[in-house]
Nanobody, 114 residues
Framework: VQLVESGGGLVQPGGSLRLSCAASGFTFSSYYMSWYRQAPGKERELVAGITSAGGSVNYAPFVKGRFTISRDNVKNTVYLQMNSLKPEDTAVYYC????????WGQGTQVTVSS
């Protein structure tokens, strides 16, 4: 099982980034997929989730209206489009797959700073 995140980096406040998480080694289309983040000194927190077929999404209150989660079950990839980024969005962002068991990626750093 592999989850490989990409797309992180340094961006100015108000900017945008698109994170990708490429999955392999399991039946991607059967799993609930989520993005989590962890800032230094803080606990890991849920950012957004999407059901296996993509029909339902869920967002943390602090990203609603700014972030969009989506998935492509042909490419076995889940995305997180992040707009209007704020310094407090700075964190390591992790991809998670869940169907009774959890799989995690290694994370990608997002830094929002001028």
């Amino acid at each position: 099982v592999q989850l490989v995140e990409s797309g992180g980096g340094l961006v100015q406040p108000g900017g945008s980034l698109r994170l990708s998480c490429a999955a392999s080694g399991f039946t991607f289309s059967s799993y609930y997929m989520s993005w989590y983040r962890q800032a230094p000194g803080k606990e890991r927190e849920l950012v957004a989730g999407i059901t296996s077929a993509g029909g339902s999404v869920n967002y943390a209150p602090f990203v609603k209206g700014r972030f969009t989660i989506s998935r492509d079950n042909v490419k076995n990839t889940v995305y997180l489009q992040m707009n209007s980024l704020k310094p407090e969005d700075t964190a390591v962002y992790y991809c998670n797959a869940f169907r009774g068991v959890d799989y995690w990626g290694q994370g990608t750093q997002v830094t929002v700073s001028s």
